[in-house]
């Protein structure tokens, strides 16, 4: 097999303040809770160190403020040896993430942008060889919607495209995806930009098939406890969950995400890429916080649910 190529993650850089609670409070409701860790996070940083810690050779675009919370934020990243050279530090504060878990693992998170928001189409062009260089290229919705925008034009390899929080985006940046990496809602939203009106299916296949006759050039959607859909060129193929208990869900889709950095950059297929994927996810699913519940090369994955 060729060696790995290079993984760029251009995105989010958060810390994480985590309440753990019995469960989720109603508008308006004061409930208590435990926790209180302050945890590194941020969906670009999570897919960067998951990617990162299964032996990825990575490489982060971003940015921290100038608070004593920088450090937080970037302490997974160092710790797995991500390579910092495009992080910059913004007068300001760094991006913040308020996590609330339920017993039964599931999260919602509020996020305050800080100093992502200065993640702009200067930045993105001024790593613009690092950029061209990458075997692959991830990005999310949790930087302004220019640095998005700049990326298509820059990349040489995949553009592996997860759209969290959907925002409006050229139709031309979302088509360029490659995988685009959405669950049932924002492949709806994705949908409503890319063929306004529309109805949109509910049949999870009737999705993706909606999102490739739109001209997204592969796409993987993400059904939870039900796996995943892949489909490129070469067809659709399920993809199985790996049965797990979840203990914290925060996250795991960005533990799948950078697996699937991984196995692209190996040269595997999009669905090999997709089932190694999937076994990462499920591991995250099992640990509290997001980065330090990824796996590392040599941990033992959960098996899929054939
Ligand atoms: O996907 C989980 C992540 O979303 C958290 O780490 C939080 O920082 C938000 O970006």
Same mark, same amino acid.
Do not use: W
């Given at each position: 097999?060729? &060696?790995?190529?290079?993984?760029?993650?251009?995105?989010?850089?958060?810390?994480?303040?985590?309440?753990?609670?019995?469960?989720?409070?109603?508008?308006? +409701?004061?409930?208590?809770?435990?926790?209180?860790?302050?945890?590194?996070?941020?969906?670009?940083?999570?897919?960067?160190?998951?990617?990162?810690?299964?032996?990825?050779?990575?490489?982060?675009?971003?940015?921290?403020?100038?608070?004593?919370?920088?450090?937080?934020?970037?302490?997974?990243?160092?710790?797995?040896?991500?390579?910092?050279?495009?992080?910059?530090?913004?007068?300001?504060?760094?991006?913040?993430?308020?996590?609330?878990?339920?017993?039964?693992?599931?999260?919602?998170?509020?996020?305050?942008?800080?100093?992502?928001?200065?993640?702009?189409?200067?930045?993105?062009?001024?790593?613009?060889?690092?950029?061209?260089?990458?075997?692959?290229?991830?990005?999310?919705?949790?930087?302004?919607?220019?640095?998005?925008?700049?990326?298509?034009?820059?990349? %040489?390899? $995949?553009?592996?495209?997860?759209?969290? &929080?959907?925002?409006?985006?050229?139709?031309?940046?979302?088509?360029?995806?490659?995988?685009?990496?959405?669950?049932?809602?924002?492949?709806?939203?994705?949908?409503?930009?890319?063929?306004?009106?529309?109805?949109?299916?509910?049949?999870?296949?009737?999705?993706?098939?909606?999102? $490739?006759?739109?001209?997204?050039?592969?796409?993987?959607?993400?059904?939870?406890?039900?796996?995943?859909?892949?489909?490129?060129?070469?067809?659709?193929?399920?993809?199985?969950?790996?049965?797990?208990?979840?203990?914290?869900?925060?996250?795991?889709?960005?533990?799948?995400?950078?697996?699937?950095?991984?196995?692209?950059?190996?040269?595997?297929?999009?669905?090999?890429?997709?089932?190694?994927?999937?076994?990462?996810?499920?591991?995250?699913?099992?640990?509290?916080?997001?980065?330090?519940?990824?796996? %590392?090369?040599?941990? +033992?994955?959960?098996?899929?649910?054939?």
């Amino acid at each position: 097999m060729s &060696p790995a190529g290079v993984i760029t993650v251009v995105g989010s850089i958060n810390v994480d303040l985590i309440a753990q609670v019995r469960r989720h409070p109603m508008p308006g +409701e004061t409930l208590h809770g435990t926790g209180g860790q302050m945890l590194p996070g941020g969906k670009g940083a999570n897919q960067a160190v998951a990617a990162a810690k299964l032996g990825g050779d990575v490489r982060m675009i971003g940015a921290v403020g100038t608070d004593t919370q920088a450090e937080v934020g970037l302490a997974g990243l160092r710790a797995a040896g991500v390579d910092l050279t495009g992080v910059r530090e913004i007068e300001g504060p760094t991006g913040l993430a308020i996590v609330t878990v339920a017993e039964d693992g599931e999260n919602t998170i509020v996020v305050i942008a800080g100093a992502n928001d200065s993640v702009d189409t200067a930045q993105v062009t001024e790593a613009k060889e690092v950029i061209a260089a990458s075997a692959i290229v991830v990005c999310q919705g949790e930087i302004p919607r220019e640095g998005i925008e700049a990326l298509p034009a820059l990349v %040489s390899g $995949r553009f592996l495209h997860n759209p969290a &929080p959907v925002m409006e985006l050229d139709p031309a940046v979302l088509r360029a995806s490659d995988p685009l990496v959405v669950n049932e809602h924002e492949a709806a939203l994705v949908l409503a930009q890319l063929a306004p009106g529309a109805e949109v299916p509910e049949a999870p296949e009737r999705i993706v098939g909606a999102l $490739r006759e739109a001209g997204i050039t592969s796409v993987v959607l993400t059904l939870g406890a039900q796996g995943s859909l892949v489909a490129d060129a070469d067809g659709t193929h399920r993809i199985p969950a790996a049965r797990v208990t979840a203990v914290d869900t925060t996250g795991a889709g960005d533990a799948f995400i950078g697996a699937l950095a991984v196995g692209l950059a190996s040269g595997e297929s999009l669905p090999a890429a997709a089932r190694l994927a999937s076994r990462v996810g499920a591991f995250a699913a099992t640990g509290q916080g997001a980065q330090p519940s990824y796996p %590392s090369t040599g941990d +033992e994955l959960p098996q899929l649910a054939e």
